[in-house]
T-cell receptor, first 114, second 114 residues
Framework: DGGITQSPKYLFRKEGQNVTLSCEQN?????MYWYRQDPGQGLRLIYY???????QKGDIAEGYSVSREKKESFPLTVTSAQKNPTAFYLC?????????????FGPGTRLLVL | AQSVTQLGSHVSVSEGALVLLRCNYS??????LFWYVQYPNQGLQLLLK????ATLVKGINGFEAEFKKSETSFHLTKPSAHMSDAAEYFC????????????WGLGTSLAVNP
């Protein structure tokens, strides 16, 4: 069953804690993306990766970190430096063949601060 | 650089009525344009995309959009709204030189009244 898996569905963070959101895909896509969604603000790009072992900052990378050690996986860590982490986080993938390729989205992780 | 403006953050229609969601873009190079739909607490799903072939693009669930270069628009329409169309709709643009990044509109929430 092909697709994008994000876990957990809900995640609670305590003050000063780092948390990691998982994104796994079996679509054999080269490119992966992390977006943050807040009400009324659309999608904002956090990080993206077009190939294993390489990634670039998006528009709001501060307070976040990523790794891309495997083609299938692109975990996002929300660090304690991110002071307002409450949001809906979406992972997406695409082939990297042409710029007009469709981005496919996972079901999302909702992060809440305790 | 590219940008996207979605006119109307909330649109309400009656079941069976025409759906019209507006999207205007700005791009100094030929754009590629996308419409995505998001149901509550879910990821985004591609409705349709314009990739410089036909200017009238047909998508899933009876939606279509027309690329009008002279008006820099890519409005989304559906002849007859169904209750299941209630969702958030996002317009996005990318173009050569954008490193495969999508530029997103802020979204339009569609309500369908019985």
């Amino acid at each position: 069953d092909g697709g994008i898996t994000q876990s957990p569905k809900y995640l609670f963070r305590k003050e000063g804690q780092n948390v990691t959101l998982s994104c796994e895909q079996n679509l054999n896509h080269d490119a992966m993306y992390w977006y943050r969604q807040d009400p009324g603000q659309g999608l904002r790009l956090i990080y993206y990766s077009q190939i294993v072992n390489d990634f670039q900052k998006g528009d709001i990378a501060e307070g976040y970190s990523v790794s891309r050690e495997k083609k299938e996986s692109f975990p996002l860590t929300v660090t304690s430096a991110q002071k307002n982490p409450t949001a809906f986080y979406l992972c997406a993938t695409s082939t990297a063949e042409r710029i007009q390729e469709t981005q496919y989205f996972g079901p999302g992780t909702r992060l809440l601060v305790l | 650089a590219q940008s996207v403006t979605q006119l109307g953050s909330h649109v309400s229609v009656s079941e069976g009525a025409l759906v019209l969601l507006r999207c205007n873009y700005s791009s100094s190079v030929p754009p590629y344009l996308f419409w995505y739909v998001q149901y509550p607490n879910q990821g985004l799903q591609l409705l349709l995309k314009y990739t410089s072939a036909a200017t009238l693009v047909k998508g899933i669930n009876g939606f279509e959009a027309e690329f009008k270069k002279s008006e820099t628009s890519f409005h989304l329409t559906k002849p007859s709204a169904h209750m299941s169309d209630a969702a958030e709709y996002f317009c996005a643009v990318t173009a050569a030189g954008n490193n495969r990044k999508l530029i997103w509109g802020l979204g339009t929430s569609l309500a369908v009244n019985p």
